[in-house]
Each structure stands twice: as structure tokens, then as C-alpha cells.
């Protein structure tokens, strides 16, 4: 696909909150505490302070879900609006990732993992809403290439299979994926595709954010119950 100027500014924000993600030995350093309370304060001195701004230790437990999946999608916003209109309707589709298992568990009947307390309703959640019945995974991927921009048409045969792979009900990040969509951004960087890889970096950084607080969150209203 061809570079294109008006790219240059996100792709400049992109690299940038890409330096600034976490690394591993950060990880494990956060994962020493073992309780909601000391983990967000820990966790509020590192790269990740912005997934966690409107979290408490004292929010309930369906709240930090509901406020956390408002920050994906505010993340998402904020990259949409990087980029030329075209191209954002393609890009607000991935903040529906988080509503998918969602659907999923809904309809099969099993509503335990939905957030009791759900953002409010945007086009992208009506839009997945509205799908048919089948394989939830493979018509979310057929309606983001549907609203793929002309000049994004590549990053079907590009960034499609990290998007697939985030579909998994149980997200294995390994090392060695981080790398590569770090590598695949960086040689796509200034084109459509770019902000697929960047969106998919930064949701993997988000899971284990999520996972983070909500483990620690189970504990902690466990140890509440007892």
C-alpha cells in the first residue's frame, strides 16, 4: 500500500505510545502486589496510568469492568480521529472486541460474563448486536472488511490474521506475536494497515491490564464475602 502524508501524525502518535508500552521485567515487578489497592497505585507510575484513571480499589466489582471497557473504546476513538475519515469506521469496529464474548455468552444463555454494567449503547455495539446467528468470530471479521476504506483494502491480506487470532476466547499472547506485530507496524508504518497493528498491540496491553485488575478484584470480594 502506498505512504501517505496525511498518516504521518498518527503514525507519529502511534510510535510513540508504542514506546512507552510496559515490558515484561514491568510486569512482573506489578504482579508482587497482590492486592487491587497497592497493584493500581503501583501500576498508576507506569505507562499503563491510562487504563486506570477512573479506577478505585473501592469500585464494585461489575463497575471496574464497565469502566475499563469504556476506556478501550475511548483508546479506539482517540485513533480514529488520528486518521482520515474513510478509514475511521473500520477502526471504531475494534472497539467492539470487547463487547464479543459478551454476545457470544448471551447467546448461548451463559450471562456470566457479561458487565452488569454496560456502556451505553454506540453504533458499533447496535451494528454487532445486529448480526446474524452463526460464527460470532468470522462475521465480526466480515463486517470490519466490509468497512474498510478503498485505500485500507490491503490490510485484509495484512494486519486480517493478528485480527482473527484476537478473536480467540482465551488470548495466548506469546513473545514472539508482540515482536511480530511490532515488526509489521514498523514496515507499515504511514499506511492504512499500521493503525490495525498499533490497535492490536495495544489491545493485548489492555487484556492484561483487565485481567490484572479483575483477578485482584475477585480476591478482594472474596476476602470481602468470607
Do not use: K
Not at 483508546?75 to 467492539?96: D, H, K, Q
Not at 460464527?135 to 485505500?151: C, Y
Not at 489491545?203 to 485482584?216: D, L, P
Amino acid at each position: 500500500m502506498t505512504r501517505r502524508a496525511d498518516h504521518a501524525y498518527a503514525a507519529t502518535r502511534m510510535a510513540a505510545r508504542l514506546g512507552d508500552m510496559p515490558n515484561e521485567e514491568l510486569w512482573q515487578r506489578l504482579d508482587l502486589a497482590r492486592r487491587l489497592g497497592p497493584w493500581l497505585e503501583d501500576a498508576r507510575a507506569t505507562p499503563l496510568r491510562h487504563w486506570l484513571t477512573r479506577l478505585a480499589a473501592a469500585t464494585p466489582f461489575h463497575d471496574l469492568e464497565g469502566t475499563l471497557r469504556a476506556e478501550w473504546r475511548e483508546a479506539v476513538a482517540e485513533t480514529a480521529n488520528w486518521l482520515p475519515a474513510p478509514e475511521r469506521p473500520a477502526i471504531l469496529w475494534l472497539a467492539t472486541l470487547h463487547d464479543l464474548p459478551g454476545l457470544q455468552a448471551e447467546r448461548s444463555g451463559t450471562l456470566a460474563m457479561r458487565a452488569a454494567s454496560a456502556a451505553a449503547p454506540t453504533r458499533e455495539t447496535e451494528a454487532l448486536a445486529r448480526l446474524p446467528a452463526g460464527d460470532l468470530a468470522r462475521l465480526w471479521q466480515a463486517e470490519w472488511r466490509r468497512r474498510l476504506a478503498p485505500a485500507a483494502l490491503g490490510a485484509v491480506t495484512i494486519a486480517g490474521p493478528f485480527l482473527e487470532a484476537l478473536l480467540l476466547p482465551d488470548l495466548a499472547i506469546a513473545a514472539e506475536t508482540t515482536a511480530q506485530l511490532r515488526r509489521r507496524f514498523r514496515r507499515h508504518a504511514g499506511e492504512p494497515a499500521a493503525s490495525f497493528f498499533y490497535l492490536a498491540l495495544l489491545w493485548i496491553e489492555f487484556v492484561r491490564t483487565r485481567g490484572a485488575v479483575m483477578r485482584r478484584a475477585t480476591l478482594q470480594t472474596g476476602r470481602a464475602a468470607a
